[in-house]
Nanobody, 122 residues
Framework: QVQLVESGGGLVQAGGSLRLSCTASRSPSIRSINNMGWYRQAPGKQRDLVATITRSGITNLAEAVKGRFTISRDNTKNTVSLQMNSLKPEDTAVYYC??????????????WGQGTQVTVSS
């Protein structure tokens, strides 16, 4: 019902920047796209929230990334982006896009992207 396509991961040196993007394609059974966000999972660790943004633009960022990462969205394109600056080796992880939708049946459901690798070298 919702498919997510992520892009923008890669290898960067500490202090560098990367921008992740995620575009949601929706079927007619989707009434609206609600919260969008990014999570990350480092090897051997649980998946953690990085940042979320509501449809109206209210953001929530993890303490570890505040002041360095910015989340934004374009509702006309169903896209959410994560601008990552001043990257640190501890930011190395697989980053997953997450989207919550409301279906025409009134149900809430979320979808995960396939993940994109971000590697920060020291």
């Amino acid at each position: 019902q919702v498919q997510l396509v992520e892009s923008g991961g890669g290898l960067v040196q500490a202090g560098g920047s990367l921008r992740l993007s995620c575009t949601a394609s929706r079927s007619p059974s989707i009434r609206s796209i609600n919260n969008m966000g990014w999570y990350r999972q480092a090897p051997g660790k649980q998946r953690d929230l990085v940042a979320t943004i509501t449809r109206s633009g209210i953001t929530n960022l993890a303490e570890a990334v505040k002041g360095r990462f910015t989340i934004s969205r374009d509702n006309t394109k169903n896209t959410v982006s994560l601008q990552m600056n001043s990257l640190k080796p501890e930011d190395t992880a697989v980053y997953y896009c997450n989207v919550w939708v409301t279906t025409t049946g009134g149900n809430f459901q979320d979808t995960w992207g396939q993940g994109t690798q971000v590697t920060v070298s020291s």
